[in-house]
């Protein structure tokens, strides 16, 4: 099973925690785009590998308004838990350009369940835009 | 019991409705009978959510050790039988009286059950258990190494452990004729192009090393570079065979694991294994609206692997401990780190080095790692500095947090004594085999 999936809401959750050495895969859901008036900012990963503990690559497409891909860009990632007060254990990359306004992010990875949440910052010429991103992460 | 007296209550009311069916309230049976549905299917002890959760705190009998790409011989059984002799040689000690073993004693779970760690001198912390910890990224209290053999050449020079130099290592590998063939057996003839033959060999010095005593390091810093990098190969790949070893070390399934595969193999069925009150603190353990617990000690070694602070820091007196805070300077700047000319990886295989949180944000301050909860019986006293002699301590350490920053990222936990009473017997069902 090899779905791939787009996020097209402000908040997903996702189901299927699993351990490394677990094999309880569950499904997951998807929806969302993360839109601002002058930016589209679109999350997929691999369901499969959507899991605490290991690490996983994450791809981020940004596009405008008018849907014309965002390129050269420079995007950030910061992420964090909130309500644990703490960031991610680890300092996601952008660490290659995919084409059609498509980054891959390496370095991704959750050591506990609970809502995630993501700061992306796109620096690119003549746009500069912060979008935000909670993620749920369930058993 | 709530909800075996609403489902009483409930077929009462269906039986009773059902004649009145054609009057008005006849719509409570068909509640009632949808109620019925739903209680049927989460009828059992567990909901299918905490049977997702349990199922992934089980401990496989055949869980596969991961890689290790920093270390060519990490899976080699003659490896690892070589590394376990070292373990246990006393000789590789400054004094010839401790060895790896006397610390991480194997018949006390590799723990030695004092409150800081006995060795030459007197340690600042307490000896973890090294079962489990080939499925671990980061090693000692703070992560201040990235690999089990960076972890095991620490404790030679450290001057309060073993309080050796990595001078003196690498001659009793050469002059023991035993270690020197199943040296040279794994990684080939030592001393290739005769480098460093002579300083090793000719005894005028009897340690040097650059993290040793002034001395120590005042002799390693006389020798050509070349010389350093030979010795620093052969100490390496001492770190590398002991590591072997210990990744043969995997924790054992316990009553709680043969608890959650017959949970899982025969469809929730509730057949014994666990007592009542081992269930309860396992509900407990698992709630993450009750508890934290979850949060870190995830997985089948019940530890994250990662990093959290809870308010043990000690950040005043004579015993100043800040945790990961340096242990993530330090491990950038290891010789033996992943991404250093020892080790057998290729850059983008050293992911946890590449990917490292670099920022020393404020609640690293006192940030310590997380600690499996697998055979607390046998790994008192607990905490990085061991304070807590008794599992209770600590399960009120816990109860005690307030709403703070001095707790760091613990939330009040509120339960009542007897549910802290099933919270430990859930722990300890963690402890037998």
């Known amino acids: ?139 | 019991m709530q909800r075996v007296v609403s489902q009483t209550m409930c077929r009462w009311w269906q039986s009773y409705s059902y004649q009145y069916w054609r009057s008005g309230i006849g719509f409570l049976y068909l509640v009632c009978a949808l109620l019925a549905v739903e209680s049927s299917a989460t009828e059992s002890l567990w909901s299918d959510r905490e049977v997702r959760i349990l199922a992934s705190l089980r401990l496989h009998k055949d869980m596969p050790v991961p890689d290790s790409p920093s270390n060519r011989v990490a899976n080699s059984d003659a490896a690892a039988a070589f590394g376990g002799q070292l373990f246990f040689d006393k000789r590789l000690s400054r004094n010839g009286a401790i060895a790896c073993a006397s610390c991480h004693q194997p018949e006390r779970y590799f723990v030695d059950n004092l409150t800081k760690a006995d060795g030459v001198g007197a340690n600042m912390r307490n000896t973890p258990t090294i079962v489990g910890s080939a499925y671990l990224s980061w090693f000692y209290w703070d992560g201040r190494r990235d690999s089990l053999w960076a972890q095991a050449l620490t404790p030679f020079e450290a001057p309060a452990e073993m309080g050796s130099s990595r001078l003196a290592v690498v001659r009793m590998i050469a002059q023991d004729k035993h270690y020197r063939s199943a040296y040279e057996a794994l990684f080939g003839p030592l001393f290739q192009g005769g480098i460093g033959r002579d300083v090793v060999m000719s005894e005028k010095l009897s340690h040097a090393g650059p993290l040793g005593s002034k001395e120590d390091r005042r002799a390693w810093q006389s020798f050509p570079r070349p010389v350093k990098q030979a010795i620093n190969e052969v100490f390496a790949n001492v770190g590398k065979a002991i590591a072997a070893y210990e990744r043969t070390l995997k924790p054992a399934p316990t009553r709680f694991d043969r608890y959650v595969e017959t949970l899982l193999s025969k469809e929730k069925r509730i057949d014994g294994g666990l007592s009542n009150d081992e269930i309860a603190g396992a509900k407990i353990f698992i709630d993450a609206q009750r508890s934290q617990c979850l949060q870190c000690h995830n997985g089948p070694l019940f530890a994250n692997g990662g990093f959290h602070n809870i308010g043990t820091g000690n950040f005043d007196g004579s015993e100043l401990d800040f945790g990961r805070v340096f242990g993530v300077r330090a491990v950038l700047l290891d010789e033996f780190n992943c991404l250093g000319r020892y080790s057998d990886a290729k850059p983008t295989q050293c992911r946890e080095l590449r990917f490292l949180n670099r920022n020393a944000h404020v609640p690293l301050e006192g940030a310590y790692k997380v600690p499996g909860l697998r055979q607390l019986s046998q790994t008192k006293p607990y905490m990085h500095d061991g304070r807590f002699e008794r599992l209770e301590q600590v399960i009120d350490f816990y109860r005690a947090a307030k709403d703070d920053s001095a707790n760091g990222e613990l939330q009040p936990f509120v339960i009542s004594d007897r549910e802290a009473d099933q919270l430990k017997a859930f722990l300890l069902s963690l402890s037998d085999q």
């Open chain 1, 1 to 139: 099973m090899n779905k791939r999936i787009i996020l097209r809401a402000l908040t997903l959750v996702v189901f299927g925690l699993v351990t490394p050495m677990n094999a309880m895969a569950r499904d997951t859901t998807s929806q969302a785009l993360v839109t601002t008036p002058r930016v589209a900012v679109a999350l997929e990963l691999d369901a499969d590998h959507f899991i605490v503990g290991q690490f996983q690559d994450w791809v981020i497409s940004v596009h405008d308004a008018a849907g014309k891909a965002v390129y050269p860009a420079r995007i950030g990632l910061a992420g964090g838990m909130v309500a644990h007060g703490h960031g991610m254990p680890t300092q996601p990359l952008v660490t290659d350009y995919l084409g059609a306004g498509r980054y891959r992010v390496e370095g991704m990875k959750f050591n506990m369940a609970g809502t995630w949440g993501f700061v992306i910052n796109i620096d690119a010429a003549n746009l500069r835009e912060r979008v935000t991103l909670d993620l749920l992460l369930d058993y």
